[in-house]
């Protein structure tokens, strides 16, 4: 029997223009709607009371 895989992708991707985020409130949106995974010990240095808990998860 042969396997088949199903590839979901976004619809459109977008790509921020680095030149055009003026303000903290453009990087705060931004981060808001971006997933961002974390690998590693030094990686998380500064970052623990950002990292959000399995209890915390946001649907």
């Given amino acids: 029997m042969e396997t088949k895989t199903l590839v ?3 619809v459109k991707q977008y790509k921020i223009d680095p030149n055009k985020i003026q303000l903290l409130d453009d990087v ?3 981060l808001k ?3 961002i995974y974390v690998n590693g ?3 998380l240095e500064g970052l623990e ?5 399995d209890n ?3 649907n």
């Fill in 8 to 10: 979901l992708k976004p």
């Fill in 28 to 30: 705060i949106s931004i």
């Fill in 33 to 35: 709607n971006v997933t």
């Fill in 41 to 43: 010990e030094e990686a």
């Fill in 49 to 53: 009371h950002l990292i959000e808990k």
């Fill in 56 to 58: 915390e998860q946001c």
